[in-house]
């Protein structure tokens, strides 16, 4: 496999971009190696500046759930482009698009489109502040809520893939005011409200986490956090940016039968376009500006080419609810043969999976945290990320991220993957 082309555009890049990459992940510093610089992409199919063809595993990190260049999503981007690509104002789609979220996702009352789901977190804490009058959160380790500064403790994925352990620029009183404890560690939760009482105004979670592989919650997890909020009069929020649309039409919420108070939203609901948006309860919304004083604004929010992108990817979903079970039903194949696989080369792995969401981990031990997460043999990960990559199937370069699947792959196309599976962890003796 010639990747000249793709190594000659790193260097380029490496002069004018930080890393060469304009999100870090994406350097492969994790597995080692030079990036692939992508030209193109179709169905489940990307395909690298050298021609090199792939099975994508990402899916642009969630949001291509429905394949790679859609057909009826392109012909919708072109013919409102052809309107213009900004207006600064208001327009109808944006109604359009904020009732589907209203009838596709479980308690949202008022939805705000934002244009990133680190915006979408960002704001959600902020409204919970505004609402409960408190500064203090409670996050998780492991659990990535994008790049604001309160959120850059403990992190998960881009942190861990290039072991920051520190994030120089945060100041200590946001750290101060950001509380963590492990996923699934209810314990520790109690002990941080009995701590703070009356301090915290939010607790924030990835319902299925999805920054340190793919975790799920424990049996009754999310159950009791929701029971711990309304105790003590805090806000929960679920941040749905990966999970929203992905593991079902209501998102987590739907699927494991919890409500949350606030919940963001990204990824899906861009159909590939950068979006994301927050909403929930009309009694802690109404607290946003211009309805309230917890001021929040982007000159592009509700951009017109966004939210078509978005609206028909979430309008083929809705009118189509047998994707999910088809996502599901590939995805839960894709597991049983990634399992037989380490299995006939005596690798002790544990394969996570929620829906679309995957994950392979080298553990003979559960993987339900940060911390099991870490204590992987990673090492093995990035080799055998280098043999999939050879073998033309495309991982996400990290072994802290979760795998996305989408709709556009085939039988054919797991079956080779499987193949390459097996293949590969013999190469590298994962079990010796």
């Not at 105004?201 to 909020?229: D, F, K, T």
């Not at 609901?269 to 802690?284: R, Y």
């Not at 392979?360 to 997460?373: C, I």
């Amino acid at each position: 496999m010639y990747t000249e082309k793709s190594q000659s555009l790193f260097e380029r890049a490496g002069h004018c971009i930080p890393g060469g990459v304009n999100s870090p992940v994406r350097a492969f510093k994790s597995v080692g190696g030079t990036p692939l610089f992508i030209k193109k992409a179709k169905g489940a199919y990307l395909y690298d500046a050298d021609n090199n063809a792939y099975i994508d595993y990402i899916a642009s990190w969630g949001p291509m759930i429905l394949g790679h260049a859609h057909g009826p999503v392109i012909e919708a981007i072109r013919e409102k482009a052809l309107e213009s690509t900004s207006y600064g104002a208001p327009t109808e789609l944006e109604i359009d698009m904020a009732e589907l979220i209203q009838d596709m996702a479980p308690n949202v009352d008022l939805v705000r489109m934002v244009s990133s789901g680190t915006e979408a977190c960002m704001s959600a804490l902020r409204l919970a502040r505004g609402y409960t009058g408190r500064n203090k959160f409670i996050k998780f380790e492991g659990c990535y809520h994008g790049h604001a500064d309160a959120f850059l403790v403990k992190a998960g994925s881009g942190l861990a893939t290039l072991d920051i352990q520190t994030v120089p620029g945060i100041t200590g009183g946001v750290s101060q005011d950001t509380l963590t404890c492990p996923y699934n560690d209810l314990a520790a939760v109690e002990g941080l409200l009995e701590a703070h009482r009356g301090e915290i105004a939010a607790i924030i979670i990835e319902p299925v986490a999805g920054n340190m592989g793919c975790i799920l919650p424990a049996p009754g997890y999310l159950e009791s956090l929701r029971h711990l909020c309304i105790r003590e009069g805090i806000v929960l929020i679920f941040d749905e940016v990966m999970t929203g649309f992905r593991l079902s039409a209501g998102g987590a919420q739907q699927t494991l039968g919890v409500d949350a108070d606030l919940v963001t939203f990204g990824k899906v609901i861009g159909g590939g376009l950068p979006v994301g948006a927050f909403g929930g309860k009309k009694e802690i919304m109404k607290h946003i500006a211009p309805l309230g004083n917890v001021y929040q604004a982007g000159t592009l929010s509700g951009n017109p080419i966004a939210m078509i992108a978005g609206y028909t990817t979430l309008k083929i979903l809705q009118d189509n609810p047998d994707i999910y079970h088809e996502l599901e039903t590939k995805t839960l194949y894709l597991r049983d043969g990634l399992r037989h696989a380490c299995r006939q080369s005596g690798t002790p792995a544990v394969v996570n999976q929620l829906g679309s969401m995957i994950s392979l981990h080298f553990s003979e031990q559960p993987v339900t945290n940060f911390s099991s997460a870490a204590a992987s043999r990673n090492d093995l990960f990035n080799r055998f990320f280098h043999a999939m990559l050879r073998r033309g199937i495309y991982l996400p370069p990290s072994a802290f991220e979760s795998w996305f699947l989408n709709n556009a792959l085939t039988r054919e196309d797991l079956d080779r993957t499987i193949g390459a599976a097996t293949e590969s962890l013999l190469e590298i003796g994962a079990g010796n």
